[in-house]
């Protein structure tokens, strides 16, 4: 194995580890609630009253931030290596993954590990598992990649 140094960037991966560790802990800490993208997106399509503003205003940073990122800097370039459908049918198997494992990677992998949370560890397991076992049969197994 070899590292790619021209792009390997562990100080901004750091700060951007160090932030979104801040982010939960301040939601957690300040709200009560875990920085779970999902259950965050979900609580807005069947919302309660009074519970919409926290939300609204969490997602808006998430939309934000990258348009605020690019005013000093230029975006990295992004280059997707998969066509419309495979892009579609990924994001419903992510979709329905979310669904089973009651809960996102985010909910699971940053605020339940951190909490020490047994079902998250399961949950970040499986997910770490699926991506590995997708990317090794993609590209090892099948005879189109």
């Known amino acids: 194995m070899q590292i790619d140094w021209q792009h390997f960037t562990p100080w901004s991966s750091l700060a951007g580890g160090l932030l979104i560790g801040l982010a ?3 939601l957690i800490l300040f709200n009560g609630r875990i920085a ?3 259950g965050i997106v979900g609580g ?9 503003g926290w939300r609204i205003a969490f997602l808006a940073g998430l939309l934000i931030t990258p348009l605020l ?3 000093p800097h230029a975006l990295p ?3 997707i290596e998969a066509g419309t459908p495979a892009l579609v049918i990924a994001g419903l198997l ?3 993954g979310v669904r089973y494992g009651a809960g996102c990677t985010s909910g699971h992998g940053v605020c339940g590990l951190s909490r020490l949370s047994p079902r998250s560890l399961v949950a970040t397991t499986c997910f770490m598992a699926a991506g590995f076992l997708t ?3 993609l590209r090892h197994g099948l005879a189109w990649t």
């Not at 807005?44 to 919409?52: A, F, I, M, W």
């Open 94 to 96: 992510v979709g329905l």
């Open 24 to 26: 939960a802990a301040v």
């Open 69 to 71: 990122y690019q005013l």
């Open 44 to 52: 807005l399509l069947s919302p309660r009253k009074g519970d919409s």
């Open 135 to 137: 990317v090794y049969v």
């Open 77 to 79: 370039e992004v280059d």
């Open 36 to 38: 779970g993208i999902s």
